[in-house]
């Protein structure tokens, strides 16, 4: 299936191009559009040919042939045997020139000039050629003028060396062996080769002890696990949970619950803003939460929540005075007319 390739600019200032024809050139590109998204197509004449050229006459299938040719000897094109027997080609500057998003899997055999490349008939790695290198190359022939070898028996016949049937003492440096009693054997003596069970010849055991004690386990092993756990010096008690704080958004959700329709979110987020605010000055949620039921029977601007919450916290009546001291100014009262004018205005009369 063909597909929509790209010719960048530099390729009619291309040096290797210009190596070749013109109808070259135009096979050259022409192939872009039905090679795979790696770049590689059959390596056949009459296919070309047909992709390429089917509306002209004057080019025929030995031209195209020609112009694989001269692509594949200006390096444009690489031209191969796959590891199914069948010949391919590829663009070698593939990757450099083109651009493809999504490429799908190749079913063509990999160049074996850029392995490791994903084989499409091995579906991984070429198995098939590895296969063929892998196998045994046949002897070559012997060459005449090799030099040969004489089957002819030699005069000397080669003698046979008798094994040593014990160690020999190795010499101290004063001459003497390394015990002090034993000495080395002269040249001249004969040794008769002694077989011992379970040992060739010339082994012996040592006579010096091992300078390592090897260790017993005087306990016997049991089975099952082996870490001794002596227990932990943590705590192994839950502790009770701290209290959650809590924030200012479930607060304007326990709001929004109590209404009987949703507010607009302008209003929410100015609310939660004020409600954030006074939880951030330290005010306890509760006292939020009597401002914010009073601020939902009244409703009104989110700035009055303040002022609510005020007096949730301030009971209102109780003058000016802190609790539990004594009241420094007297507690507002309303206005009665007097029972006696004359006495209330005297003055004023």
């Known amino acids: 299936m063909a597909r929509i390739r790209s010719v960048k600019p530099e390729t009619w200032v291309s040096e290797t191009l210009v190596e070749v024809s013109i109808p070259a ?96 008939v091995c579906k991984g790695p070429c198995i098939q050629r590895a296969t063929l290198a892998d196998a045994p190359t046949p002897a070559p022939e012997a060459d005449p003028m090799a030099p040969r070898v004489f089957d002819e028996p030699s005069a000397n016949t080669p003698s046979r060396l008798d094994p040593l049937s014990e160690p020999v003492a190795k010499l101290s440096p004063q001459g003497g062996a390394g015990g002090g009693t034993a000495t080395a054997p002269a040249l001249d003596e004969k040794r008769v080769a002694v077989p011992a069970a379970g040992r060739s010849a010339g082994q012996g055991a040592f006579a010096e002890a091992s300078p390592k004690v090897r260790r017993s386990v005087r306990e016997p092993s049991t089975p099952g696990s082996r870490i001794l756990d002596p227990g932990s010096s943590f705590p192994t008690g839950r502790q009770a949970p701290e209290p959650e704080a809590v924030s200012a958004g479930q607060l304007v959700g326990e709001y929004v619950a109590a209404c009987e329709r949703r507010p607009p979110n302008g209003v929410l987020g100015h609310l939660g803003k004020t409600v954030k605010a006074l939880l951030a000055e330290g005010i306890d949620a509760e006292h939020v939460r009597a401002g914010l039921r009073r601020f939902a029977e009244i409703q009104g601007h989110p700035s009055r929540l303040p002022s609510l919450v005020n007096d949730a916290m301030n009971v209102p009546g109780t003058g000016l005075a802190r609790p539990g001291l004594r009241s420094n100014l007297p507690v507002h009262q309303a206005w009665t007319n007097p029972v006696d004018a004359a006495t209330a205005y005297a003055e004023e009369l």
């Open 25 to 120: 050139m135009v096979t050259f590109l022409g192939m872009t559009n039905h090679a795979d998204d790696h770049g590689r197509h059959r390596d056949n004449a009459a296919i070309v040919y047909g992709l390429v050229w089917p509306m002209r006459e004057e080019i025929t299938r030995a031209d195209v042939e020609d112009h694989l040719r001269q692509l594949a000897a200006a390096g444009a094109v690489c031209r191969y045997t796959g590891c199914d027997g069948r010949k391919y080609f590829h663009y070698p500057t593939w990757r450099n020139h083109q651009k493809i998003d999504k490429p799908s899997l190749s079913r063509l055999p990999a160049c074996p000039h850029c392995e490791p490349e994903r084989c499409g």
